[in-house]
């Protein structure tokens, strides 16, 4: 996004992140908590967007009554907030996807493939807390498939939990994601997770978890496949 610099709206004088909600409106994209964004950032706002988030986190913690002066354990704290959502819980938000390289299926593979349990993170887009499971995939590759290497299913799963979201939409992008790097006959996504929401506050209860599943594909048609992963997997501690 080369000329972003140039479009006429992108006064300097405006706070960054109107800068970039300016370019996405204009682009007629949402850009929602689970939105990747990373295109209309140019080189150097991130830093700027930092001092921002940091200014308004400040204020956020006046309104609170909380002393950042004479209090040494919040002097920092506006800065470290503001660091963490941005590289840290949210920086799916403000990366490009990362490198996958895909390989050709020259054996024609085409048996069952799972990988996991991956440890997931992500945060809640109700009350920002945090949301930590495990994710399953499924995959049932066919000879036109693209084969990618291990690690870059957790590379590819850490890059979209890392937003704030709820767990249904986190593991539809995910399956999203993969049908188009992969592009297998079936794909299959299981996901139990903790939500500090109802561990935290509200209810309290601190043993419920939430499984939920998306299948596409030969997962979805053939109930006998389903089951195989399914029972392979079988949530195991």
Known sequence: MSNLSKIPFDDPTLPVSARIRARI?????RFHANDNIAAFLVPGEMDALLDEVEGKMKGVLESLVID???DHNTQDTARRVAKMYLTEVFRGRYVPAPAVTEFPNAERLNEL??????????????????IMGRLWIGVMPNEHSNLIGLSKYSRLAEWVMSRPQIQEEAITQMAELLMS???PDGLAVVMEADHFCMHWRG???T???MVNSVMRGS??????LRREFLSL???KN
């Open 25 to 29: 409106k204009k682009a007629k994209l």
């Open 68 to 70: 950042t002066e004479s």
């Open 113 to 130: 493939m799972i990988v996991g349990p991956i440890t997931v993170r992500s945060a809640c887009s109700h009350h920002f807390c945090p």
């Open 181 to 183: 790097k992969v592009s």
């Open 203 to 205: 209810v309290r209860d």
């Open 207 to 209: 043993e419920t978890k």
């Open 219 to 224: 997962f979805l048609k053939d109930s006998a």
């Open 233 to 235: 997997i079988s949530l």
